[in-house]
């Protein structure tokens, strides 16, 4: 079975640039979770998905942050416009109940 | 105060040592009890979970929730260097629905050869 996959796996972009990242989850996986690890702290909850709606999105920091998970396939996690503050690591995670699986994350650097 | 504490270390231990690491937490809602391993550059990957308080074992890992105290521990039998890794303990409210995670900051564990 294929883990969780996530795309590209390093960014790199200058404040105010626009940026996409793309999780593919675990086949059958109806739930699908973002997740932000920025320097120094620990590992934060965005929102979860649960096929194609949003569950919960009380995580995300601001309306800069957009995500969407077309038809509960892959999901897409848009920052638009980037700031520096946003400079982090961006998992996500997939799961039928409980246990998550995350993917190796996309490492994000904004400038 | 943070929901969930962890002593992020790091800890450095002989080849063969016993490792415990350990986790408080405040929200007495928190149900669901798990552990993750993160190597540099990877992602978490999950160890063990549990539900209940008393121990669960799988071979060199055992689980510990104490409910009544909010804590929970990992111990590492027989440390090997390949235990070298980023440890996350990671709890959730709810049992049998998805819910999302809240992490410690993890505990960084070197196991010397």
């Known amino acids: 079975e294929a883990g969780v996959t996530q795309f590209p796996s390093h960014s790199v972009i200058e404040k105010g640039q626009t940026v996409t990242l793309r999780c593919d989850p675990i086949s059958g996986h109806d739930n699908l979770y973002w997740y932000r690890r920025v320097m120094g702290k620990e590992i934060k909850f965005l929102l979860h998905?649960?096929?194609?709606?949003?569950?919960?999105e009380s995580g995300m920091p601001n309306n800069r942050f957009l995500a969407e998970r077309t038809g509960g396939t892959y999901s897409t996690l848009k920052v638009q416009p980037a700031e520096l503050e946003d400079s982090g690591v961006y998992f996500c995670?997939?799961?039928?109940?409980?246990?998550?699986?995350f993917g190796p994350g996309t490492r994000l650097l904004v400038l | 105060q943070k929901e969930v504490e962890q002593d992020p270390g790091p800890l450095s231990v002989p080849e063969g040592a016993i490792v415990s690491l350990n986790c408080t937490y405040s929200?007495?809602?928190?149900?669901?009890f798990m552990w993750y391993r993160q190597y540099s550059r990877k992602g978490p990957e999950l160890l063990m979970y549990t539900y209940s308080s008393g121990n669960k074992e799988d071979g060199r890992f055992t689980a510990q929730v104490d409910k009544s105290s909010k804590y929970i521990s990992l111990f590492i039998r027989d440390s090997q260097p390949s235990d070298s890794a980023t440890y996350l303990c990671?709890?959730?409210?709810?049992?049998?629905?998805?819910?999302?995670?809240?992490f410690g900051s993890g505990t960084q564990l070197t196991v010397l050869p």
């Open positions: 998905f649960v096929k194609e709606s949003k569950q919960d």
């Open positions: 929200n007495s809602a928190f149900q669901y």
């Open positions: 995670a997939s799961s039928r109940q409980e246990t998550q699986y």
């Open positions: 990671a709890i959730t409210i709810s049992s049998g629905s998805a819910r999302q995670l809240t």
